[in-house]
C-alpha cells in the first residue's frame, strides 16, 4: 500500500480553501483528520466528529511529548492535529489534507518535511479585497484585519511548494490543480529514493 | 503569454517513450522540435521536417557559438537540438518535449535549468527484458547491449525529476501522469518567484 501524502492548504480570507477542499474531500483518496480542542463543545457538536474535545492538561502533555503535528492558540484555547490520527490517515494510503494558517504549516512542514504544502491564493489582493466587501457578513473592521493579516501571510509564500489561483468561479480549476500536484508528487524522484537500486530486483 | 516547459523525456528500450509522446502530441499544447544533423538524409525524408541537415562545419559551428541545447555522436554523424528552435517553442506557449538519452538530459539540465526531467521506466528490468525479447525484431545481441545500456541509464535516475512507470497497457495513463506533472510544475513557487510581491500590485 503507497502512503498517502500530506497536503497542507493555506490561504488567505476570500481565496476559497474551504470549498476546494470540501471538493477534495468528495473523493475517498482525500481525508481531512479530526482536530483537536481545549474549548467546549457547541451545541450540537460532536466528539471524534468536529473536535476531540480534551483538557488542557492533556493537550499540554501532548504536546510535551511530541504528539501534536502542529497546534496553534486562538482565543486561550488550544487546537491542534494529534499526530497519531493524521499518521494512521496517510498509512490507509489517503492523502491527508490539513487546512491550516501559515505559522502552523511551517511547524508541519518542520515536523513532517514530505509535507507538500500549497497556497490558495485570489488572484490579486484587489481581488481578494472587493470578495470580502461583497460578502457584507462582516464589519469594517474585521475586513481591515483580514486584509492587514493576508500580507504576513504571502511573505511566507517562499516556503510553500505551489502556488494555486483561484480565479473567477474557479474553484473545480483549483481542485483539479491540486489533484494534478498529488499526482504529480507521486511520480517525484524525491519520493523513490530506491528506485534506481529495486527496478533490477 | 505564459512560457511553455521545457520538458525532457528519455527512458530505456522498451519502456514505450515513443508511444507516450506521440498521445502528448496529439493537443496543441505540446510540441516537437525538429533536431539537426550531419547525416545524409534518408529516401522520403524531408529537410525541416524529419531533420535539419546541415554541414559538420555548421555543426560544429553552432556547438562553438553555443547555439546547441544539447548535441551527440552518433555513427560518426552529430544529432542535437538547436537553441533558437527550441526557444521559439517555449516563447510561443507550447510545451516542447525532447525525447533524447541520459547524457543529453543532463547536458540540457545544465543549459536550461528550468527544464523539467522525467525518466519513463517499465515497472521491473525483468518485464523490460520480456518486451523486448518479445518484440522478436532484433538479434540476442542487440537485446543484451539494450539491456546493459539500461543500467547505466537508471543509474542517472536521481538526477531526475519524477519517474513515470510504464505498466502493462500503460502508455496512456503515463501520457496522463506527464499532464499532472506539467500541470503541478506550472504551480510550483520555483517559477512563481515575483508572486508575493507582483500580488499586491
Redesign the interface.
Known amino acids: 500500500m503507497e502512503k498517502g501524502l500530506l497536503i497542507v492548504v493555506s490561504g488567505p480570507a476570500g481565496s476559497g480553501k474551504g470549498t476546494v477542499n470540501a471538493m477534495l474531500l468528495e473523493s475517498e483518496e482525500y481525508a481531512f483528520s479530526v482536530s483537536a480542542t481545549t474549548r467546549d463543545p457547541r451545541p450540537g457538536e460532536v466528539h471524534g466528529k468536529n473536535y476531540l474535545y480534551i483538557t488542557r492538561e492533556d493537550f499540554e502533555g501532548r504536546i510535551a511529548r511530541g504528539e501534536m503535528l502542529e497546534h496553534t492558540v486562538y482565543c486561550d484555547n488550544y487546537y491542534g492535529t494529534p499526530l497519531k490520527e493524521a499518521m494512521e490517515v496517510l498509512e490507509s494510503g489517503r492523502n491527508l489534507i490539513l487546512e491550516i494558517e501559515v505559522e502552523g504549516a511551517m511547524n508541519v512542514k518542520r515536523r513532517y518535511p514530505d509535507a507538500v504544502l500549497?497556497?490558495l491564493?485570489p488572484p490579486?489582493?484587489a481581488v481578494q479585497e472587493a470578495r470580502l466587501r461583497g460578502r457584507a457578513t462582516e464589519t469594517e473592521d474585521c475586513i481591515l484585519k483580514r486584509l492587514e493579516r493576508t500580507?504576513s501571510e504571502?511573505?511566507l509564500?517562499?516556503h510553500?511548494?505551489?502556488?494555486?489561483y483561484n480565479r473567477d468561479n474557479g474553484a473545480g480549476i483549483c481542485a483539479?490543480?491540486i489533484?494534478?500536484?498529488v499526482?504529480?508528487?507521486k511520480?517525484?524522484?524525491r519520493r523513490?529514493a530506491k528506485?534506481?537500486e529495486?527496478?533490477?530486483?
Chains 1, 2 share one sequence.
Open positions: 500549497i497556497m491564493l490579486s489582493f500580507k504571502v511573505a509564500l517562499n510553500y511548494d505551489y502556488v494555486v483539479d490543480d489533484r494534478a500536484i499526482r504529480a508528487e511520480c517525484s524522484v523513490h528506485a534506481s529495486d527496478y533490477f530486483v
